[in-house]
């Protein structure tokens, strides 16, 4: 397997544009998360889905930030508008069923985002 | 509210050594705790898991404690190599929780 996939791997972008981060997730996992990682606030969980189905999205920032999950094999992150302070590296991650918290996380390598 | 506090400071050990690394936590009891080694660059890679009841897990020369009493994890590289050196991240999870909560991580740094 090719492990969990992001793209794109790096995103510049000027304030107020909208951004689209993409994932796709290890085949058979059903759990998805989105992770946000920032020296100041170090790795945030955004949200999760499982199945499909968003379950927790309570680090999700504002309503700026949206998370979809259409199908078993791919989700997005969008963010519209930017702010500079959305600059940050974004992480997917994905992990097998059952119990998440025991279950190990696959990371994927991340998109580092700029918004100038 | 829930807080996980690693070595603030970068760690930096002999190679040879043992390298130790630290995680503590308030205002939560985690069923589980894992950790993750990042490099530079990349996502974070899962090492090891310890369970609440599990005082001590090995995998080759890493070791992980689990002291509930406490509320700390240690987190031991044995013989410690250059190739060690990255962040290292703790991360907790409850029983009832289909997340877990991550550390800021220490930065380790193994000098030849």
């Known amino acids: 397997d090719a492990g969990v996939i992001q793209s794109p791997r790096h995103e510049v972008t000027e304030m107020g544009q909208e951004v689209t981060l993409r994932c796709k997730p290890i085949s058979g996992h059903d759990y998805l998360f989105w992770y946000r990682q920032t020296m100041m606030r170090g790795l945030e969980l955004l949200i999760y889905?499982?199945?499909?189905?968003?379950?927790?999205d309570s680090g999700m920032p504002e309503d700026r930030f949206s998370a979809k999950m259409p199908n078993a094999s791919f989700s997005t992150l969008k963010i519209q508008p930017s702010e500079p302070r959305d600059s940050a590296v974004y992480f997917c991650?994905?992990?097998?069923?059952?119990?998440?918290?025991?279950?190990?996380?696959?990371f994927g390598p991340g998109t580092r985002l700029t918004v100038l | 509210s829930q807080k996980i506090e690693q070595n603030s400071e970068a760690l930096n050990i002999q190679e040879g050594k043992t390298a130790t690394l630290t995680c503590n936590y308030t205002?939560?009891?985690?069923?589980?705790l894992q950790w993750y080694r990042q490099d530079p660059g990349r996502g974070p890679v899962f090492l090891l898991l310890i369970r609440e009841n599990e005082k001590e897990k090995r995998k080759e020369r890493l070791k992980v404690t689990f002291d509930t009493t406490l509320k700390q994890s240690l987190f031991h590289i044995t013989a410690s190599q250059p190739a060690d050196s990255a962040t290292y991240l703790c991360?907790?999870?409850?029983?009832?929780?289909?997340?877990?909560?991550f550390g800021s991580g220490t930065r380790l740094s193994i000098r030849p």
């Open positions: 991360a907790l999870g409850a029983s009832s929780a289909s997340k877990i909560i």
């Open positions: 889905f499982n199945n499909n189905v968003p379950i927790d």
């Open positions: 991650a994905s992990s097998l069923p059952g119990l998440a918290s025991y279950n190990e996380q696959f």
């Open positions: 205002n939560y009891s985690p069923a589980y």
